[in-house]
């Protein structure tokens, strides 16, 4: 069982950065592939990027419309990943949702594939 805490979400304006964080209980963290997803307001969740476990080679992997702008790392002796946030528009306002998978490597970019969620943190960027 994981368990999965998201935070750092904020207002910022068109252009600014954000870092949100996912701190995760367990001791096998570094076995897990890390996904960020987004949801807008009346829009369906989106996948905006992942990075694999120890097995992946902690590979990445992001949504074409962040690619570029945004980076996930992750510390594994921290538990903790990150979401690096650079740039940011207004169509990035969204809740933003770290999830986890017990994985080796892969491209894992549907909800359907995660099995642990955090609960959330509000990202708003204003024009």
């Known amino acids: 069982q994981v368990q999965l805490v998201d935070s750092g979400g904020g207002l910022v304006q068109a252009g600014g950065s954000l870092r949100l964080s996912c701190a995760a209980s367990?001791?096998?963290?570094?076995?897990?592939?890390m996904g960020w997803f987004r949801q807008a307001p009346g829009k369906e969740r989106e996948f905006v990027g992942a990075?694999?476990?120890?097995?992946?080679?902690?590979?990445?992997y992001y949504a074409d419309s962040v690619k570029g702008r945004f980076t996930i790392s992750r510390d594994n002796a921290k538990n903790t990943v990150w979401l690096q946030m650079n740039s940011l528009k207004p169509e990035d306002t969204a809740i933003y949702y770290c999830?986890?998978?017990?994985?080796?490597?892969?491209?894992?970019?549907?909800?359907?594939?995660?099995?642990?969620w955090g609960q959330g943190t509000q990202v708003t960027v204003s024009s």
């Open positions: 999830a986890a998978r017990y994985s080796g490597s892969g491209y894992y970019t549907t909800q359907a594939s995660y099995a642990y």
């Open positions: 990075i694999n476990g120890i097995w992946g080679g902690a590979s990445t």
């Open positions: 367990g001791r096998t963290f570094s076995n897990y592939c």
